[in-house]
């Protein structure tokens, strides 16, 4: 099929080359030049575990092609994915402007049946708006042409996302045309095992379940968050509460794991943006409140066992930190805790050190000019002249540490664990002192 994908960022990136796999014609839009003129020479603008081969491969075979022309893009796909940005507003509602130009700039140029889908995170009710601006540009220009408003949230991981695209637990298609149901349902065909898994369902109830499906892992990890406190205060090891809970299949072992606070462009947004528009509606969503909070309590929880630890003037410390990404795979910087941690230890008179494997040009960029903020080659160089090392991402290479190394680096044997990597009887072996979250220190 002709595809265009408008927006070219993590998502619309992921869904453009995944869909030319399959053998379909894309054509990738971004307002970005840069982007589009780095993906033209072969570049890629983020860390995506497998995403270059994919694009490489399909850009070779001309399957898959990047453009700023709105012209050529309108032109190109009977199937319009749009794939912009939805930033929260200050109110934290969802910031619709992107998605409704995209859905203008459509209706402005298209001379033939179009399918304009929506891949962004959107509010109930946004394929209304999208619906009204295609008719508004089509009366504008004195035309009449048919055309359908399709909702398909995406579910990808960071980290794991062209994996996430190409097998996908279920593909959501909201839709009330049968024509796009049909042409939706066939795109999707060869990604599904299993038939049961395209779930079609009205509009409203598609966008909704995007929102849903975020809130409901947020509060899972804000739930855990909130356990590991109460496991500190009476003793209990959070980890093996969460073996014990997870074992039950009505539970199920994933998105409990307790750490630092959750971050990312899309949790933190997505709670937000639920809590608003649930308000609007008139009702008021206390238990998403309570998870919003929770997580930027948590978010704090690493700072806060620094401070017990050091006194509340950091000056003349200095703090190693692994881990500046806000989860394992990917050098996204948005929402992570990373920067609240860093920020919190630097106002304090303290300096930092950091190392991740992939996020620190990404985070020069989030953070540029950050005073107290180094970086580091290595991990074990970043330990040099530290009082404490600090973990807030679980990178692989993290894991199995060289312990001699952190012991004998450090100014003082000290672990602050964010992600609870180490097991606290071993530290003790080690003669490290280890404050992790909701487990017993050593
Ligand atoms: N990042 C994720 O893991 C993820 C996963 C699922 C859903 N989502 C949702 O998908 C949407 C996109 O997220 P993202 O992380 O890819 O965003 P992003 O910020 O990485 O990319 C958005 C891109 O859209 C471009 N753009 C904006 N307006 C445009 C226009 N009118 N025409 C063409 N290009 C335009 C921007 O230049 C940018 O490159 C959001 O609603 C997000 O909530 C994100
Ligand atoms: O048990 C857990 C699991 C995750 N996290 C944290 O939660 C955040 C989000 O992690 P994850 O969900 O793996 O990453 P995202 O790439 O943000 O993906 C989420 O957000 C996407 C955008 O909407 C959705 O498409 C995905 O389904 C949804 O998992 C990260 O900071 C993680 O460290 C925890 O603290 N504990």
Redesign the pocket.
């Known amino acids: 099929m002709k595809i265009t994908v408008v927006g070219t960022g993590y998502?619309g990136l992921v869904t453009g080359a995944c869909l030319a796999e399959m053998g379909n014609h894309v054509l990738c839009l971004d307002l970005d030049a840069r982007k589009i003129e780095m993906l033209n020479a072969g570049g890629i603008p983020i860390h995506e575990p497998g995403l270059e081969e994919v694009v490489q491969r399909n850009a070779a075979a001309k399957r898959l092609e990047f453009t700023t022309d709105v012209d050529r893009a309108v032109a190109h796909g009977t199937l319009q994915f749009i794939a912009v940005g939805t930033p929260p507003d200050e109110d934290g509602s969802a910031d619709l402007q992107y998605v409704v130009a995209a859905a203008r700039a459509i209706g402005e140029r298209m001379t033939d049946y179009k399918v304009v889908i929506d891949k962004s995170?959107v509010p109930v009710g946004t394929s209304d708006k999208v619906r009204a601006a295609i008719d508004a540009a089509l009366a504008a220009r004195g035309v009449t042409l048919e055309f359908a408003v399709v909702s398909n949230?995406?579910?990808?991981?960071?980290?794991?996302?062209v994996a996430?695209f190409m097998r996908p637990d279920r593909v959501v298609i909201g839709a009330d045309d049968e024509r796009a149901i049909l042409l939706m349902r066939s795109l999707y065909a060869p990604y599904v095992r299993n038939r049961d898994r395209v779930l079609v369902m009205d509009l409203k109830s598609a966008e909704f379940t995007?929102y849903a499906?975020?809130s409901m892992?947020?509060t899972?990890?804000s739930f855990?968050?909130e356990l590991s406190r109460v496991a500190e205060a009476v003793g209990a090891d959070i980890e093996l509460v969460r073996q014990g809970i997870g074992s039950d299949p009505r539970i199920g072992t994933?998105?409990?794991?307790?750490?630092?606070?959750?971050?990312?462009?899309?949790?933190p947004?997505?709670v937000k943006a639920l809590i608003r528009s649930a308000s609007e509606a008139g009702q008021e969503l206390e238990l998403l409140s309570a998870v919003e909070s929770v997580n930027e309590r948590?978010k704090q929880v690493l700072g806060d066992k620094i401070i017990a630890r050091f006194g509340a003037d950091l000056s003349g410390r200095r703090f190693a930190l692994w881990g500046l990404a806000?989860?394992?795979g990917?050098d996204?910087m948005r929402?992570?805790?990373s920067r609240v941690l860093i920020e919190r230890l630097t106002a304090a008179g303290a300096e930092v050190t950091a190392y991740d494997p992939v996020a620190m040009a990404e985070a020069r960029r989030a953070m540029p000019g950050q005073a107290g903020l180094r970086y580091a080659d290595s991990a074990v160089a970043a330990l040099e002249g530290a009082d404490a090392l600090v973990i807030v991402?679980?990178w692989k290479e993290f894991r199995s540490p060289d312990f001699d190394a952190i012991r004998s680096t450090l100014r003082t044997p000290l672990v602050f664990d964010g992600?609870n990597l180490f097991e606290p009887a071993l530290m003790k072996q080690l003669g490290i002192e280890y404050h992790a979250i909701g487990r017993p220190s050593a």
């Open positions: 998502v995170t949230p995406e579910f990808l991981k960071e980290g794991a996302a996430d995007k499906a975020n892992l947020a899972r990890i855990m968050n994933q998105f409990l794991y307790a750490g630092c606070g959750y971050g990312g462009s899309c949790f947004k997505d948590q806000f989860k394992p990917t996204d929402e992570a805790p991402t679980e992600r």
